[in-house]
């Protein structure tokens, strides 16, 4: 198993179509981009898939979808690509690069990440406005920022963070951290996370669930590859465990 950083994916996608392996000719790659909150289930069906295939490496890329979506329409070889929000996958269909329509698989809704024992007694969204707490969010351009504005703008009320993450994983690591007292992620992240954060559920976040689209491209490398991995994304197998992570049924 290989994971590209985010800040070199891009620089190491459009090598990759380059050559000068020596993989064997039954040696194959697959590359699937996915949103950073999907990095433990996607790492997990990566092993079940490459079990099933000895001779398939897959490379998993995880980052902001936003910054995916861009990788993709300017020519990164990917094979795969599974968004965090409809926005970002519709920058990639707009651009006639997904092979066929891409489907819903999952949902999530956000939740306020704090510290063990919610030492700052954050119990409502309002809460976050208080300036004696440090707050970070993602930045309004992926997924997870864009569902903060949702609920900013159903609920009337604005906090003002500390900073804008460019995925929702660097928010979970400020608030694990110890560098902010509260992080709006997901509820997948916050259970990813075991016992270095609570969660602190919010009725406001209904206004703002989010929808994973996958695809396969219509460039992808390896383009059988690509369509038995959305298969096994979208499988009986492939949603338990999407369940077990926290996230929910479309």
């Known amino acids: 198993m290989r994971v590209l950083a985010a800040g070199a994916v891009a620089t190491t ?15 194959r790659t697959l590359t699937v981009s996915a949103a950073a909150s999907l990095t433990d289930v996607f790492t997990e069906l990566e092993a079940r898939f490459e079990a099933a295939d000895p001779g398939v490496d897959v490379v998993l890329n995880f980052a902001g979808s936003s910054d ?12 795969v690509f599974a968004s965090a929000d409809d926005s970002r996958m519709t920058v990639v269909t707009d651009a006639g690069l997904a092979e066929g329509e891409p489907q819903v698989f999952v949902t999530n809704r956000l939740q306020i990440a704090v510290a063990p024992g919610n030492p700052e007694g954050i119990d409502t969204f309002a809460d976050l406005t208080d300036p004696e707490i440090t707050l970070v969010v993602c930045a309004p351009q992926v997924p997870c920022g864009a569902a903060t504005e949702s609920v900013e703008a159903a609920s009337g009320v604005t906090p003002a963070p500390v900073s804008e993450e460019p995925d929702v994983r660097s928010v979970l690591s400020k608030v694990t951290s110890g560098e902010a007292d509260a992080g709006l992620v997901y509820v997948t992240d916050v259970i990813s996370a075991g016992d270095q954060v609570d969660g602190v559920d919010f009725p406001e976040s209904d206004a703002a669930l989010n929808e994973y689209p996958i695809a396969a491209l219509a460039n992808a490398p390896q383009p059988e590859l690509a369509a038995a991995f959305v298969e096994l994304v979208l499988s009986p197998e492939g949603a338990a465990v999407f369940e077990t992570a926290g996230f929910g049924t479309p």
Do not use: F, H, W
């Open 68 to 79: 995916l979506s861009s990788q993709i329409v300017n020519g990164a070889p990917v094979d």
């Open 13 to 27: 996608l459009l090598l990759a179509g380059c050559g000068g392996g020596t993989a064997s000719p039954e040696d």
